[in-house]
């Protein structure tokens, strides 16, 4: 049985690992929004407008910081330059950070709730993110 584990993982480590960083991801970049709220806005439950555009930027910057240093490290074990991987990770996340807003507004549109449309676009993101890093951010050189 352990054998059979250490298999599957040797496997299937690069999409375990992504998870995993997936999952650390989110945890920082909501503690950054909810610190942010305690901060700048004093814990407010009902955030105006413009207070929510600055938590939510706020958690999309520390998620892609974060994100890239974990990927870069522990997924992919790039050893390439930041300067060349850094700018094409952020692109890829500004991209997949569209692809969540447009799917969010089609939903909406389409009467979908709001939990049933959250969830599926966070899968369509997730697995965007992963092969436009795997393909487009981290290369590897064939040798």
Do not use: C
Request: net charge positive.
């Amino acid at each position: 049985m352990m054998q059979k584990g250490k298999e599957f993982y040797k496997k299937y480590e690069e999409i375990i690992v992504y998870l995993i960083v997936g999952v650390l991801t989110t945890i920082v970049s909501w503690a950054a929004k909810f610190i942010g709220n305690a901060l700048l806005f004093h814990n407010t439950m009902y955030p105006t407008p413009f207070e929510n555009a600055v938590l939510s930027t706020i958690n999309w910057v520390t998620g892609v910081i974060f994100a890239y240093f974990t990927n870069r490290r522990f997924v992919f074990k790039s050893r390439e330059p930041m300067r060349k991987e850094a700018p094409r990770f952020v692109i890829s996340r500004i991209s997949t950070w569209i692809l969540d807003v447009v799917v969010m507004q089609v939903f909406t549109a389409m009467n979908i709730n709001l939990v049933t449309a959250t969830f599926i676009s966070a899968v369509l993101v997730t697995i965007a993110n992963y092969v436009f890093s795997k393909l487009f951010v981290f290369q590897k050189k064939v040798s």
